[in-house]
């Protein structure tokens, strides 16, 4: 089994499969089903913990177009940095989503400035981090969750929501891949299905 990371909220079903090493949805690359998918025991509604590892029935074979990322092991401070989103959600929000990857830069927001942002709407806590322009009009959107947030080639977050889609004021919020303090109970309970 290959384990890959994805959040919680955007799984509801065990039948579907991975596409790695293709910038189309529909065709391309590898694809690998899913065998199981294990769900971090401290995810709720309101996105805290919002992270699974999939499992999946064979493993990847790696090239020049797959290949493993890094997942951030320190809860280093990144503020400002700009960080890199991406995957095949709508294009505006409620608006249409392409078949093409596409990809879109933004600087990671410190959390009380997301908490602020949030405070009436969302719940904004350690476990998540945020990104966004100040004026709006890039982020992640619906279908994009579950996808990457990438700092220098590392992985520091997950698509997890935010209020509608690049809109002024309000980051995209993003789980935040922390893997010896997130992911490590995740991985022990693989260990002990195996």
């Not at 971090?40 to 990847?60: T, V």
């Not at 990671?108 to 100040?134: D, K």
Request: glycine content about 10%; hydrophobic content about 40%.
């Amino acid at each position: 089994m290959s384990p890959k990371v994805s959040s919680s909220h955007s799984l509801n079903t065990a039948e579907f499969s991975v596409r790695a090493g293709s910038s189309s949805n529909r065709r391309g690359g590898q694809v690998i089903q899913v065998s199981d998918m294990l769900w971090h025991s401290g995810a709720n509604a309101q996105l805290d913990n919002d992270i699974a590892l999939l499992l999946l029935a064979s493993p990847l074979q790696y090239n020049s177009k797959v290949t493993s990322i890094p997942l951030q092991s320190q809860n280093e401070t990144m503020i400002g940095d700009k960080a890199i989103i991406s995957g095949w959600g709508s294009l505006s929000e409620d608006g249409a989503s392409p078949e093409t990857l596409q990809m879109a830069t933004v600087p990671l927001v410190s959390l009380e400035a997301c908490q602020r942002s949030y405070s009436s709407i969302l719940p904004v806590t350690l476990t998540m981090i945020c990104a966004g322009v100040v004026d709006g009009g890039r982020d992640s959107c619906q279908g994009d969750s579950g996808g990457p947030l990438v700092v220098n080639s590392v992985l520091v977050g997950i698509v997890a929501g935010g209020l509608g889609c690049g809109r002024a004021g309000y980051p995209g919020v993003y789980t935040r891949v922390r893997m010896k303090l997130m992911l490590f109970e995740t991985i022990q309970n693989v260990a002990k299905r195996e």
